[in-house]
């Protein structure tokens, strides 16, 4: 049981690079995208969805209790959350020098860890 739950936390950690990059790559790597049009930003962020996707499912299923794994679906949802801001955080501290982590922001993830906390309380 205890794999299945790291599993599928690795699994969202993956799928939320793919999710980071294809929501935000278009702003992060400006000058690589800043030449195609709209559609072709869109069609490009779909096929990098596409990934995120084949980690995000797989995950949700070895995760969940349903499919025999630890985490209830509203458990799954919050450290979905957690996982999306954490790896978020992290990619534009990489690549946009230009955005500083702040003390609302820390703030803000804090609040979601004890959202984390306050949903696996029994």
């Known amino acids: 049981m205890l794999m299945r739950g790291v599993g599928a936390v690795l699994l969202l950690v993956c799928s939320n690079v793919f999710?980071?990059?294809?929501?935000y790559g278009q702003v992060m790597f400006k000058s690589r995208f800043e030449r195609l049009g709209v559609v072709a930003v869109i069609a490009v962020s779909w096929l990098i969805a596409l990934f995120e996707y084949c980690f995000m499912v797989p995950a949700n299923r070895?995760?969940?209790?349903?499919?025999g794994g630890p985490y209830s679906i509203w458990e799954l949802k919050v450290i979905q959350e957690a996982v999306s801001l954490t790896v978020f955080a992290v990619v534009v501290q990489m690549f946009m020098r230009n955005e500083a982590l702040r003390w609302n922001h820390a703030v803000g993830f804090l609040c979601l860890v004890l959202a984390v906390f306050f949903i696996f309380k029994k």
């Open 19 to 23: 999710m980071t990059l294809a929501w």
């Open 62 to 67: 070895m995760g969940s209790a349903e499919y």
